[in-house]
């Protein structure tokens, strides 16, 4: 290979952003890898309850002597949970602010790798505030639109939480 190709290539590789996609319902989404500290099997932690805790924290797990709050984006989304799919329930273990939180969601697919011009906003009426304020960017593979995450609303207790409004 010559110079010139690996100058042109290493180019391409820094124009690329890695995500790791999931499933939560039908839709896909996905989340910065490097907001990733480790995805962990759900079915393998217990989850504990947490009385009078914020309504999108489903419980608390434990991780090598941690205690990590668990929001279960199905619940967070509105979107019914499949108990079919429950054995390939993932968390996703994230830094948000400096405090570490994990994400359960359907099924993890992987890592994604994403042409940076190929990224766009999510359109505004999305990012307002209230439930759309979860999703930063959109990208589409193939057929389906993928949603990056916002994590710091995803996590956020006072923005839009579907469960307050079945009260």
Partial sequence: MT?????ERSGA???MRKF????VGPGVYAVD??????VVQAREYVLRPVPRGPRIVEGVMQLRGVVIPVVDLRRR???EIDPARERLAKLIIVSVRGRIVAL???QVIGEIRVPADELR???????EEGGGAFYSHVFNRGDTMVFVLNLEAIVDPTIDDPASAED
């Avoid at 110079?3 to 100058?7: G, K, L, T, W």
């Avoid at 890898?33 to 480790?38: D, L």
Wanted: proline content about 6%; overall charge neutral.
């Fill in 77 to 79: 989304f509105g979107v």
């Fill in 3 to 7: 110079d010139a190709m690996a100058v």
């Fill in 20 to 23: 790791a996609a999931f499933y």
């Fill in 104 to 106: 359960k969601t359907d």
């Fill in 33 to 38: 890898i490097m907001r990733i500290k480790e």
């Fill in 13 to 15: 590789e820094a124009s």
């Fill in 121 to 127: 906003p999510a359109p505004s009426l999305l990012r």
